[in-house]
């Protein structure tokens, strides 16, 4: 059997509007995916890092950085519209089937890990109200979470596309709160306090000093990390769109609306707060500030649209996840069996294995009592390869030359591919190398399934660059067991 690119047959791709997700459906995917919890702790977080001056310095970088990235998956869903899968389709096509493997699975393993910190910050926001959810690790909060779990579970068995609707619902919920607390920022803003020590030469937080500068910059942009996991939302979706440009429109206006929200949530709360004090608020910052401003009702309100926010991300991101299992596995890069549909042209089988591994997961952190931000240091590494290789797809084609034939905007995007690939590594090394110990384990684990599928298609396992690429995984895969046997690695 030939192991070229497939072309899904006909009936999987949508044949008209109808069919398929529109333009508003496949911004709040991305929307969706990218507004979870970090939106909410923002204040706090970038207080206790810099001060205004290098924090305007670090979103410049920062958002420059994921624009390229936007304008990559922009590019590539125009220039590549055979390639489906986002992330999975565009390393794949760039560089082989077991890279392409590594992207999907290190995103999917991402996304329900992701999905547990959701599900333990939920709780964790509802112990506001409920004292026996507080922490988000309790029994009641293990036992609440796993009924929210597999009530989005049957919830997407009924189909992409309902699934879809509702999260384009809770989208829109989440954000008023968002809108609301920006609007009252924006009366209690005093510009004295947002000016009083512009670049941090004189605060101190617990006691330390931030730095110089270049210091806090770096330290602010390792938190925008995470708030910015999601933006390729779109273009893994890209075979169930209904018209394919709206794969790239999507991406640029879901990246464009979150930055601005995140920007006068983050800017504005300098305005209301010392950078002491804002330091000093306790997670969902974003509730505490607003309570300083409105009293009591305020904390409520915005912990509410916390709970809401993080349903909407949870079900966001289990459409990623079950999308990114069935376009492999229709490759011959995942088992076959996890591209099976239901009836409702729902993923099932990827579904079933998707939450069982975050039920496991949930009763993991009983046990261990992982936090939130463990979780979510893992679930960032692990997805941040599938952007470099994305980026480096890009910038592979404008080098070539392929699909600029006649020339037009051929120096342009390798500017930006350039750009993006710089940002992209720059993540990885970031995100600390112990969680890049532990992703190469999870990799080696998943390879099981990358031969399963070769094997029940006939096709041959490895090219031996990959040969290469499987025992660089391998060896360091050894080298995070040991390290992990001494004591001297953990991450949950």
């Known amino acids: 059997m030939s192991d070229t690119l497939i072309t899904p047959p006909p009936e999987t791709r949508p044949a008209g509007g109808k069919a398929g997700l529109g333009l508003a459906a496949l911004t ?37 950085g994921m624009l390229t990235l936007a304008f990559v998956f922009q590019t590539l869903a125009s220039r590549k519209p055979d390639v489906d899968g986002g992330v999975y389709g565009y390393a ?33 926001t509802l112990g506001y109200f409920f004292p026996g959810f507080e922490g988000g690790a309790t029994v009641p909060a293990i036992i609440g979470a796993s009924i929210v779990l597999w009530i989005v579970h049957f ?69 925008t990390v995470w708030v910015f996991i999601g933006i390729e939302g779109a273009s893994v979706y890209s075979q169930r769109a209904a018209r394919r440009k709206d794969v790239g429109r999507a991406t640029v206006l879901g990246f464009v609306g979150v930055l601005a929200l995140l920007l006068l ?9 010392t950078q002491a004090e804002l330091a ?27 709970v809401i926010s993080l349903l909407g991300a949870l079900i966001a991101w289990v459409l990623l996840c ?28 990827a579904l079933w294995l998707t939450n069982i591994c975050v039920q496991a997961l949930l009763l993991w952190t009983l046990a261990n009592e992982s936090t939130y931000t463990n979780l979510i240091y893992l679930a960032t590494s692990l997805i941040l390869l599938p952007y470099l290789w994305s980026a480096a797809y890009q910038v592979m084609l404008a080098v070539r030359g392929d699909t600029y034939e006649s020339g037009g905007g051929r120096t342009r995007d390798l500017v930006i591919g350039v750009i993006a690939l710089g940002y992209a590594v720059w993540l990885v090394y970031a995100g600390g190398w112990q969680y890049l110990l532990v992703a190469a384990m999870f990799y080696l684990a998943g390879t099981a399934l990358y031969l399963w599928a070769r094997r029940e298609s006939r096709l041959p396992a490895f090219t031996r660059p990959e040969m290469v690429i499987v025992a660089v995984v391998a060896l360091t895969s050894v080298l995070a067991a040991v390290l992990m046997a001494t004591g001297n690695l953990a991450v949950l």
């Open 92 to 124: 794949r096509a760039g560089f082989g089937n077991y890279i392409g493997f590594t992207s999907a699975f290190g995103y999917w393993v991402s996304a329900w890990v992701g999905n547990v910190a959701y599900l333990v910050l939920l709780f964790s």
């Open 155 to 223: 919830l997407t068995l009924r189909g992409v596309q309902t699934a879809a609707f509702v999260n384009v619902l809770v989208t829109i919920a989440k954000v008023v709160p968002i809108l609301v607390f920006i609007a009252i920022a924006a009366v209690g803003f005093k510009a004295g306090l947002f000016g009083a020590d512009f670049w941090g030469r004189t605060a101190e937080i617990d006691g330390a000093p931030l730095g110089d500068t270049m210091t806090q910059v770096k330290n602010m942009m390792l938190v």
């Open 322 to 349: 079950v999308e990114i299992l069935r376009l492999p596995a229709i490759e011959h890069v995942m088992p076959k069996a996890l591209a099976k549909e239901n009836t409702h042209g729902a993923p099932a089988n």
């Open 28 to 64: 709040a995917i991305v929307v969706g995916s990218m507004i979870g919890s970090g939106i909410f702790a923002l204040p706090s977080q970038m207080a206790g890092s810099a001060a205004p001056g290098p924090l305007l310095i670090g979103w410049a970088i920062t958002g420059v």
């Open 265 to 273: 949530v983050n800017l504005l709360s300098y305005g209301l707060m």
């Open 280 to 306: 000093g608020v306790p997670d969902p910052s974003m509730a505490g500030v607003l309570e300083s401003q409105v009293g009591g009702w305020g904390a409520a309100f915005i912990s509410i649209g916390l």
